[in-house]
């Protein structure tokens, strides 16, 4: 079974085009899923019934595992037999009738203008990282990109100039996100005076004498990447959500800090201050406006509330 888990991965890679990120949470999903029926003594995928998948949601259901995890695990789990039924390795998919749990969408974390500008304002620019995370900070407010894409975020991508960004999302689709004019600011003073430092470090003096006796054509080090780590690679998923949550915790936020806030508390912003859905889904790359739609009702809440504030009977 593992190796068929294999061939589809590979086959969502190569034929569908789908990010790696996207192939890892599949893997995961469908480790999750062959691991339930092995203990369960089933060792051939012909011998899966609906009611194997069925018992397998419940089961994830009573671990605790939230609404949003099973819908997508059942996801993986319809691509999975799909597949082995179109490829012919199986003659029946099994998940074909099984109806998908009640999505409830729970109202996204977001953060407040003071909140956003608290945050912002916590890198210490006067040294060569803190220039380079006001950047990435002001970057993922500006744009509302995810994590992800930031950190794969290239140099040739960011036109200054303009004032906009090309940002390869979920699927490989490319959208243009432009840029406030506070991002652009911070992404020139990183770009002038922390990235090449990143980029080719001078440790000491010692080292800088050695560098200087170093041939003019000998080729420094470069990257791609716009936002670096230390070490001149590109910056990690890891290293930049530790990076959010430490300034978070100097600005003593006390909402729980989840990697896409900042994106969530961008599309709300916009929303709340007259941007249409249509341009918000746009610049957050949601293929199915329906996805946008959730930010809306954070709006309707906002307005509930200084509806009860200020009418004179609420």
Same mark, same amino acid.
């Given at each position: ?25 599949? $893997?995961?999903?469908?480790? &999750? ?6 203990? $369960?003594?089933?060792? @051939? ?9 069925? @018992? ?6 009573? +671990? ?7 819908? #997508?695990?059942? !996801? ?27 999505? =409830?969408? +729970? ?9 956003? @500008?608290?945050?912002? !304002? ?36 960011? @036109?200054?100039?303009?004032? &906009? ?5 979920? *699927? ?57 780590? #230390?070490?001149? +690679? ?6 930049? =959500? ?9 600005? #003593? ?13 961008? !599309?709300?912003?916009?929303?709340? #201050? ?10 957050? *790359? ?10 809306? /009702? ?12 200020? /009418?004179?009977?609420?």
């Amino acid at each position: 079974m593992k190796e068929l888990i294999t061939t589809f991965l590979d086959y969502l890679s190569v034929e569908r085009g789908l990010s790696s990120n996207t192939i890892v949470s599949y $893997r995961k999903d469908l480790e &999750f899923y062959i691991d339930f029926l092995t203990r $369960r003594h089933i060792d @051939n995928l012909s011998k899966i019934t609906k009611n194997d998948i069925t @018992n397998f949601m419940l089961a994830q259901k009573d +671990k605790g595992i939230s609404t949003n995890s099973v819908v #997508r695990r059942l !996801a993986a789990i319809r691509m999975f037999h799909r597949f082995l039924a179109r490829e012919k390795i199986l003659k029946n998919d099994p998940s074909d009738l099984i109806d998908s749990p009640k999505l =409830w969408k +729970k109202i996204p974390d977001t953060l407040s203008l003071n909140e956003v @500008n608290a945050l912002l !304002a916590q890198p210490d620019i006067r040294n060569k990282q803190g220039l380079r995370d006001k950047a990435i900070l002001e970057t993922l407010y500006a744009t509302g990109m995810r994590v992800s894409e930031a950190v794969n975020l290239k140099v040739d991508s960011v @036109n200054l100039d303009i004032g &906009f960004l090309r940002c390869i999302g979920k *699927g490989n689709k490319e959208r243009i996100i432009p840029l406030g004019t506070k991002a652009i600011s911070s992404i020139k003073k990183y770009l002038e005076a922390s990235r090449p430092h990143l980029l080719n470090p001078v440790r000491n003096t010692k080292a800088l004498q050695r560098q200087d006796k170093i041939s003019n054509g000998v080729k420094k080090k470069e990257s791609e990447f716009l936002f670096l780590n #230390r070490f001149g +690679k590109k910056i990690s998923r890891q290293s930049l =959500w530790k990076l959010v949550k430490k300034y978070a915790n100097q600005a #003593r936020i006390k909402k729980p800090m989840r990697p896409h806030i900042l994106r969530h508390s961008f !599309a709300t912003h916009l929303l709340e #201050r007259g941007a249409d859905l249509r341009s918000v889904q746009e610049m957050l *790359g949601h293929s199915n406006i329906s996805t946008t739609q959730i930010y809306t /009702h954070i709006n309707k809440d906002r307005l509930k509330t200084i509806h009860r504030m200020f /009418h004179p009977r609420p």
